[in-house]
T-cell receptor
Framework: DADVTQTPRNRITKTGKRIMLECSQT?????MYWYRQDPGLGLRLIYY???????NKGEISDGYSVSRQAQAKFSLSLESAIPNQTALYFC??????????????FGDGTRLSIL | AQSVTQLDSHVSVSEGTPVLLRCNYS??????LFWYVQHPNKGLQLLLK??????LVKGINGFEAEFKKSETSFHLTKPSAHMSDAAEYFCVVTDSGYSTLTFGKGTMLLVSP
């Protein structure tokens, strides 16, 4: 089984609909992240959470919200989807650690299309 | 503020020839640097990381990268390309506080027979 699982893997929906993307992890990491990937733009950070009670906005949080339901679960919501939110979305986790930087571990992504 | 620039959006090589993917970074603090690879329809996989130890870092699948502070560069190399290396590669920087990562825009590596 994958260490970082995203559901659904693909979703097509209409403008104005509420969408929730879910992420769960079995790595026991404290830190979780949501990114979106657009062609030619790399990955951009939407929200991140360093523990269950900690939520932080990233570079492009407008139009999105998140919920950290447990250490292992971090969901991303689009309250009213719009076409320019069509993208590939990734969840990632990392160990908080001390001192040296810990790499992030990524799920396989959710491809979201908004018509 | 931190940033990273991948100098080529696409690199094409023949199988068996060397690979060079270029990355320059900007960071106010002592940076940590990573290279990730993304194969089609997959998430990102860590290739290697630099965290202020040895400046020449060896990663998986024969890749390595050299941290050059004077040039603010962290280029990724491999002596001999394999068809399975065809993928998109991302250079990533974070500062010493390690709050968040900043990704480059990616370099697509194409490998021809």
């Amino acid at each position: 089984d994958a260490d970082v699982t995203q559901t659904p893997r693909n979703r097509i929906t209409k403008t104005g609909k509420r969408i929730m993307l879910e992420c769960s992890q079995t790595k026991g990491h404290d830190r979780m992240y949501w990114y979106r990937q657009d062609p030619g733009l790399g990955l951009r950070l939407i929200y991140y959470s360093f523990d269950v009670k900690d939520i932080n906005k990233g570079e492009i949080s407008d139009g999105y919200s998140v919920s950290r339901q447990a250490q292992a679960k971090f969901s991303l919501s689009l309250e009213s989807a719009i076409p320019n939110q069509t993208a590939l979305y990734f969840c990632a986790t990392s160990d908080g650690g001390t001192g040296s930087s810990q790499p992030q571990h990524f799920g396989d992504g959710t491809r979201l299309s908004i018509l | 503020a931190q940033s990273v620039t991948q100098l080529d959006s696409h690199v094409s090589v023949s199988e068996g020839t060397p690979v060079l993917l270029r990355c320059n970074y900007s960071s106010s603090y002592s940076p940590s640097l990573f290279w990730y690879v993304q194969h089609p329809n997959k998430g990102l996989q860590l290739l290697l990381k630099y965290t202020s130890a040895a400046t020449l870092v060896k990663g998986i699948n024969g890749f390595e990268a050299e941290f050059k502070k004077s040039e603010t560069s962290f280029h990724l190399t491999k002596p001999s390309a394999h068809m399975s290396d065809a993928a998109e590669y991302f250079c990533v920087v974070t500062d010493s506080g390690y709050s968040t990562l900043t990704f480059g825009k990616g370099t697509m590596l194409l490998v021809s027979p």
